[in-house]
């Protein structure tokens, strides 16, 4: 029985960290990814995501949360410019709570 179960149960728990979390636009988790963000991201795209080495990440309405998640985690290159990923450096949570920040930029007029 428990060997049928287990696997299962992992597939879950799995899921439940590639769907994001219901709190996605919740202040208090918008304001954890920006500081993460001021911390660990503005060093290659800008204050606020303004750009720089990397791309702009302000009115951005074309990233969804999944693939802010995906790109956050996995890294991402563009010709000679490359991310690496973060996904042994946060938890799921903490991505998600940095996806929830640069979403909630999506709003905002770019600054250059
Ligand atoms: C070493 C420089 C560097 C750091 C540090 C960095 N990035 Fe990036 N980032 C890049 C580059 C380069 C790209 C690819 C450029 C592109 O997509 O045009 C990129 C792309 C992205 C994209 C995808 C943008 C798109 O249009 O597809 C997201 C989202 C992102 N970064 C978020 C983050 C977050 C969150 C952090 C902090 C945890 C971070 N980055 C830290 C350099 C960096």
């Not at 990440?57 to 490359?82: E, H, M, V």
């Not at 996904?87 to 930029?105: C, G, Q, T, V």
Request: with cysteine.
């Amino acid at each position: 029985m428990h060997n049928t179960l287990t696997p299962i149960l992992l597939l879950l728990s799995g899921l439940a960290w590639a769907t994001p979390p219901a709190d996605l636009d919740a202040p208090a988790t918008i304001a954890a990814g920006q500081k993460r963000f001021n911390q660990n991201c503005v060093y290659c795209h800008g204050n606020a995501g303004s750009g720089g080495k990397g791309a702009p990440l302000q009115g951005r309405g074309d990233l969804a949360p999944q693939y802010l998640f995906d790109t956050i985690s996995n890294g991402k290159t563009r010709g000679a410019l490359q991310m690496p990923p973060w996904k042994e450096a946060f938890s799921p949570r903490e991505i998600w709570e940095l996806s929830a920040y640069i979403h909630s930029l999506r709003e905002r007029a770019p600054e250059r």
